[in-house]
Antibody, heavy 118, light 108 residues
């Protein structure tokens, strides 16, 4: 069974760094793109970026370019989303999603809630 | 970047009625790579429709999608109580794979 298991909720202070994860199982990790989606409290879905774990080819939405870093570790079948310096406006739920054989996003993680507050 | 505009913002209907949600793109969506999702509070989005008109696995027949180019729609026939949620469209043919702002389907 294809599964994406995301890391647990985080509470951080402004200026701190953070790396959250999305562990894939049940399929060939290196052959499928995985993307990240942000959902701020009470708001809609925003596409952040996507990575191909096979060669780490990464594409970012212009809105998130230089704001976050997406990476992958093939040895543990895991994709990461990281921030170097968090802001209060990064408070949101973050979902990972797999791009399937027909290009649509067919599997989603349950989300990781990130809270940034002083 | 393709901008998706959904309408209406909120739709108030009663169980048993039919709902039609619209998604308009700022430019043509590649190969009708348009998906619809349902999201309930505290849950991840649930894929309903892909390729503009193909139901995802396990999705009831009362959900149907249509459209091509820049105009797409999601129709839900005979609304059930569990259908009241927020619905998003997404184009996945051209990076960034943008979402619409959502339509909230609420009980009248």
């Amino acid at each position: 069974e294809v599964q994406l298991v995301q890391s647990g909720a985080e509470v951080k202070k402004p200026g701190e760094s953070l790396k959250i994860s999305c562990k894939a199982s049940g399929y060939s990790f290196t052959n499928y793109w995985i993307g990240w989606v942000r959902q701020m409290p009470g708001k809609g879905l925003e596409w952040m970026g996507i990575i191909y774990p096979g060669d780490s080819d990464t594409r970012y939405s212009p809105s998130f370019q230089d704001q976050v870093t997406i990476s992958a570790d093939k040895s543990v079948s895991t994709v990461f989303l990281q921030w170097g310096s968090l802001r209060a406006s990064d408070t949101a739920m973050y979902f990972c999603a797999r791009r399937g054989d027909n290009w649509y996003f067919d599997r989603w993680g349950r989300g990781t809630l990130v809270t940034v507050s002083s | 970047e393709i901008v998706l505009t959904q309408s209406p913002g909120t739709l108030s209907l009663s169980p048993g009625e039919s709902a039609t949600l619209s998604c308009r793109a700022s430019q043509s969506v590649t190969s009708s790579y348009l998906a619809w999702y349902q999201q309930k509070p505290g849950q991840a989005p649930r894929l309903l429709i892909h390729g503009a008109a193909s139901r995802a696995t396990g999705i009831p027949e009362r959900f149907s999608g249509s459209g091509y180019g820049t105009d797409f729609s999601l129709t839900i026939n005979r609304l059930e109580p569990e259908d009241f949620a927020v619905y998003y469209c997404q184009q996945y043919g051209s990076s960034p794979y943008t979402f619409g702002q959502g339509t909230k389907l609420e009980i009248k």
